[in-house]
């Protein structure tokens, strides 16, 4: 692919995983209708390993507490950090094992652009329902392991091509406030990138035999950066608003990919 389609691809893939847009639908859209070949997967490596490192460099205030906390806590020292950190822990373990078991029996039935459209649809219309009914009291600090799991959870279900960010929707289900509700959700990622990344590169450097290039690098650190902007609007946004412009234009993106899959629109 020519360098500019691989940027294209990188600051779409990155926003569009920061955004509870889909970032399935957008990929699959432009792949579809211009025709562009398949990246590779040591682009797509690169990509998440930029997308974990600008989620994790947002965050870090969060995981320094956590780092700290723990510290803390292996000297008898009781901390509300440490045991965020422990619920992050617990909450990733069901979401590694069932996501990998996903992807073993089920992935290739799901990765349709019918099943997309539909759950991009669905998942939106989940959102703006439990966004503008549910109470708004709760705060990553009143996390509980119940909580976490329930939106770990959510996570699996993510794994579904276009149920994005179900993992916010179920907070608000929860009963957290929008901002946490994306805090909480983008904390509880960062452990489960970083051991499907670790996975994904030994696939890649010792089954496949394959390597990251230099321009995969470049897309990379385009992803990070992109991840951080992404980040800072969504959290500005959510101090203020609601997730209503992501529920219309999530409507919009799965309108679009059931008239290609259903070929209401030719390509």
Same mark, same amino acid.
């Given at each position: 692919m020519a360098l500019t389609q691989l940027i294209v691809l990188a600051v779409l893939q990155s926003l569009t995983e920061v955004f509870p847009v889909g970032a399935e639908g957008h990929v699959a859209l432009i792949t579809k209708l211009l025709h562009w070949p398949d990246p590779g997967n040591g682009f797509r490596l690169a990509v998440r390993i930029g997308l974990l490192l600008g989620v994790a460099a947002y965050f870090w205030s969060d995981l320094g507490d956590m780092i700290v906390g723990v510290i803390r806590a292996t000297k008898g020292k009781r901390n509300p950090d440490a045991r965020l950190a422990l619920q992050l822990a617990v909450a990733a373990v069901p979401i590694l !094992?069932? !996501? *990998?078991? *996903?992807e073993y029996y089920l992935a290739g039935d799901w990765e349709t652009l019918h099943v997309m459209g539909w759950t991009i649809v669905g998942g939106a219309l989940a959102l703006w329902l439990f966004d503008r009914m549910c109470m708004t009291v709760k705060r990553v600090e009143h996390a509980t392991f119940i909580d976490t799991i329930v939106l770990g959870l959510g996570q699996v =279900?993510? #794994?579904?091509? !276009?149920?994005?960010?179900?993992? $916010?929707?179920?907070? %608000?289900l929860l009963g957290y406030? %929008? %901002? @946490?509700?994306? %805090?909480?959700? *983008? #904390?509880? &990622? $960062?452990p489960v990138s970083a051991v499907v990344i670790a996975r994904d590169a030994y696939t890649l450097f010792t089954v496949e035999h394959g &390597? =990251? &290039?230099?321009? @995969?690098?470049?897309? !990379?650190?385009?992803? *990070?950066?992109?991840? #951080?902007?992404?980040? &800072?609007?969504?959290?500005a946004w959510l101090r203020r608003s609601t997730f209503t412009p992501f529920v219309i234009y999530r409507l919009l993106l799965g309108s679009a990919v059931l008239a290609v899959a259903y070929a209401w629109v030719s390509v």
């Open positions: !094992g069932l !996501g *990998f078991a *996903f =279900i993510a #794994l579904v091509p !276009g149920a994005v960010a179900a993992g $916010i929707t179920l907070a %608000r406030e %929008r %901002r @946490d509700a994306a %805090r909480l959700y *983008f #904390l509880l &990622s $960062i &390597s =990251i &290039s230099n321009i @995969d690098i470049l897309c !990379g650190v385009v992803a *990070f950066f992109a991840a #951080l902007i992404g980040l &800072s609007i969504l959290m």
